[in-house]
């Protein structure tokens, strides 16, 4: 119920094409859906997130498709550039009222190809 | 945006030490902070949560008395590995929330990466 699904595990995209990445989710108290950004040996940067109330957000090239329904949601990387390359992390936590525990999924690696 | 630093970035020691780590929000009140593991090509493990002048909260699996954390302000967080082994050599993050600005974002420090020789 706490698990987080996300795939592909890993993902290469050409240059200039578009990376999505899924997470399904069963918990259905969560209410935030971040999704985080990874370069070897850094910590997690927070990329774009979502709430539950809507069913898109758009922020640059990133954009977040939220499926309620479905108790799934999934990030589009547009026009993909090699500097895109990295792990990328799907969460999901119940944060009203709550410390707010994230829940990650396993993690896609997404090499763009020049 | 809000920053965490930790400290040391990497830290080297022998078996049967003890090491300590340290998690700052630099410009925010970290009310909640949270300290994960995480394991070459694989998911943050979350070890525990802890809030600010209270006891952490472990996960399942996590020995309280080999993972020591301690949240005595708002702004610093430690966790501390005692007796040390070579198994517990990985990459540990953390991350910090302020729980009563009632944001839910989560934000991480860079990591620290422990090797137990």
């Known amino acids: 119920q706490q698990q987080v699904k996300q795939s592909p595990q890993s993902l290469i995209v050409q240059k200039g094409g578009i990376s999505i990445i899924n997470c399904a989710y069963e918990n259905t108290a969560f209410d935030y859906f971040p999704w985080y950004q990874q370069f070897p040996g850094k910590g997690p940067a927070l990329l774009i997130a979502i709430r539950p109330d809507v069913s898109e957000k758009k922020e640059g090239r990133f954009t977040i498709s939220f499926n309620k329904s479905a108790k799934q949601f999934s990030l589009h990387i547009m026009d993909s550039q090699p500097g895109d390359s990295a792990t990328y992390f799907c969460?999901?936590?119940?944060?009203?009222?709550?410390?707010?525990?994230?829940?990650f999924g396993q993690g896609t690696t997404l090499q763009v190809k020049p | 945006g809000a920053v965490v630093s930790q400290h040391p970035s990497r830290v080297i020691c022998k078996s049967g030490t003890s090491v300590k780590i340290e998690c700052r929000s630099l410009?925010?009140?970290?009310?909640?902070m949270f300290w994960y593991r995480q394991f070459p090509k694989q998911s943050l493990m979350l070890m525990a949560t802890?809030?600010?002048?209270?006891?952490?909260?472990?996960e399942q699996g996590v020995e309280k008395d080999k993972f020591l954390i301690n949240h005595a302000s708002l702004t610093l967080s430690t966790l501390t590995v005692t007796s040390a082994h070579p198994e517990d050599s990985s990459f540990y993050i953390c991350s910090a929330r302020d729980v009563s600005s009632g944001s839910h974002e989560q934000y991480f420090g860079p990591g620290t990466r422990l090797t137990v020789t």
């Open positions: 969460a999901a936590s119940i944060g009203s009222g709550n410390t707010g525990k994230l829940i």
């Open positions: 410009d925010f009140q970290a009310t909640t």
């Open positions: 802890s809030n600010e002048g209270s006891k952490a909260t472990y």
